[in-house]
Structures are given as C-alpha cells and as structure tokens.
C-alpha cells in the first residue's frame, strides 16, 4: 500500500527528503480493531514537531486525522462494521494516517458526519478532541454553564481554536474573546461565534480594556504560551484557571500563586496512551461533534485542500502549519 514517511529528523521542509513516498505491506487488525482505507487526512502541528524532533531507525509514518471507511473489524469490535464511514485521530504510539490503509482502535473513532464530504471532515477529529477535553475536562465548564463567566482563546484562527471557538459560543454562556493577529484571521474568529478579538500582538492588558473585559476567568492558550505567560497571568481574575496545549521550554507555576491559579495541560493523546478506563469518551464525543455538525450547530474548519496524499502535498502542507500563519486546517484527499 502506498504510504508517506520520513527516514530522518530535523531535515527542512524544503529538503525532498524531509517526506518521502514508500511502500509498506497491509497492516492486520487487532482485536479492537478497524482496518481503514483512509480518503482523506489533515495536518497538524504535532505531525510537523515529530518530523523535526524524533529519530528514528526505520520509516515512520505520520498523520493524526483521517476520514476513511472501515474495510475489515477485529474479533472484538462491537462499535463499528465494514463499509461504516468514521473519522477519528488516531494513536501517537501507532503508525500515522497518511497511508493506504490504517489500523485504530475503535475506541477512538466516530461516524463521519453526514452533511460532510470527506476533506471537510479530516478538518474535525484532532482538534475537535483537544477542544472538547480543554473545555470541559481540563477547564471543567458544564454544557449551558459558564454564564457570567469569560474565556480567553489565544490562538482562536488555528485549527484548536477554531473549533473551541464554536463549542464555546454554541454549548456554553461564557463570552468569549479570541485572538487574532492579522485581518483575515480576526474575520475568520469573528465568523466563528467569538464575542470580541482581540490582537495578540499587542499587549493583552490593553487589548482587554479596549473590549472592556479588563480581567477574564479562563485562559485557553493554544500557542507562544512562553511568549505571553505573564500578560496571561495578569489577564485572569483571582481564582482564574489556565490551559495550555503547547509546549514552552519551561513553565515557573509559582507566580500563579498569589492569584491562586488552577493550571491544566490538555494533551488528546493520553486516553490512547494509557488505555485509560474512559478512554471510550472519545469515541462518544466524536459521534456527539458528528451530530452537531449534522444539525448545524457547528461546521467544519477546512481552510485549503491540498489535493491527494502524496510526499510533495504532504511537505507544502508541513510548510504552511510550520509558517505559523495558517487559518483553520489544511487537508489532503485521495490517493
């Protein structure tokens, strides 16, 4: 089956080596099993640090979002049968989706919405997850609560943010204020359902002020956290709770102190991880995002197709998430 890999980390997107096109053998499915041929995948900025961090000795295979149709079930799938259409995200410690055909546990996997095609749905599992688990899990906001409260998106045009965005506008009270760095992205976040944006270039201080929030109750901070720690830290109310799903070099907790800040890390992976007791809540939410975007509650958060999976598609699309500039996600369809 055909498949895009890397056989080296840290090489430039721009090396043609960076991805590679191989050939690898059909994968056969466990006991839990589903056995996918994917049709269409996104990028994300996970897929881009791995390839440029993580050694490796033999071709690795990345990709953590497919939408696909289950081709063959293990002994002890009871979630799904051949022919179903799903989308899910996959597990860090498997080989990737970019590839014919994927082995995921059925945990972890959702029916495709309806209303989508298949390029519009690859936009969805990841970050769908992440956003689901920062809201409600990490930050503990309850569906319908959250009146009288706010929350601050940094990052709300990435592909986390613009899914947060919607679930927090469209599932909860909160009012939510989003950052947007350019007039294109500030459009797209306003599209979204955000109350107010903000520019995080600026200093965050002002910024609120001028959107007359001068302090927040949560702050999800989806990118540069090290960039604006301490202007987070200043934003949010005593009491106040952070959530963070990048990756600062480091982070002193100990000026959260004073305010007495609740800090949380949301990673999508560690149900997967760690076969944890509940790590069937994702495929619950998946199927729940499914619904919602069937009945339009919320959409899907493509921004450009890519066309088919293939090593040079692949490594404009690593270029593009690497810019940092990006507006929703970035998708590649077929083979």
Request: glycine share 8%.
């Amino acid at each position: 089956m055909k498949a895009i890999a890397y056989t080296q980390n840290g090489l430039s997107i721009d090396d043609p080596q960076s991805l590679i096109d191989i050939d690898l053998p059909m994968p056969l499915p466990g006991p839990r099993d589903l056995l996918v041929q994917v049709h269409a995948v996104s990028v994300n900025p996970v897929d881009t640090k791995i390839r440029k961090n993580a050694a490796v000795t033999e071709p690795r295979v990345l990709g953590w979002d497919a939408v696909g149709v289950v081709h063959a079930v293990g002994s002890d799938v009871t979630l799904f049968k051949a022919g179903d259409a799903v989308f899910y995200a996959g597990s860090i410690l498997r080989p990737g989706t970019n590839s014919e055909y994927h082995l995921v546990d059925e945990r972890i996997v959702g029916h495709k919405p309806r209303s989508l095609d298949d390029a519009q749905a690859a936009a969805l599992p990841l970050t769908s997850i992440t956003a689901w688990e920062l809201l409600f899990d990490r930050l503990g906001v309850q569906e319908g609560g959250g009146e009288g409260q706010s929350l601050l998106i940094i990052g709300a045009a990435g592909g986390v943010g613009s899914i947060l965005t919607q679930l927090a506008r469209k599932l909860t009270k909160l009012t939510v204020i989003g950052t947007a760095s350019r007039p294109e992205t500030a459009d797209w976040v306003r599209e979204l359902g955000a109350h107010h944006v903000i520019d995080h270039t600026k200093p965050l201080a002002d910024e609120l002020s001028r959107a007359g929030l001068p302090q927040v109750d949560m702050v999800a901070s989806l990118t540069h956290t090290d960039s604006h720690y301490t202007q987070i830290i200043e934003a949010l109310r005593p009491q106040g709770r952070l959530v963070l799903i990048d990756d600062p070099q480091t982070l002193d907790a100990r000026p959260l102190k004073s305010k007495s800040i609740s800090l949380h890390w949301e990673l999508m992976f560690t149900r997967s991880i760690y076969e944890t007791d509940d790590m069937i809540e994702q495929h619950k939410l998946l199927e729940r995002v499914s619904a919602l975007i069937d009945e339009g509650v919320l959409k899907t958060t493509l921004n450009e197709t890519f066309g088919t999976i293939n090593a040079a598609n692949l490594r404009r699309a690593h270029a593009l998430v690497e810019s940092n500039r990006s507006r929703g996600k970035v998708v590649l369809a077929g083979f």
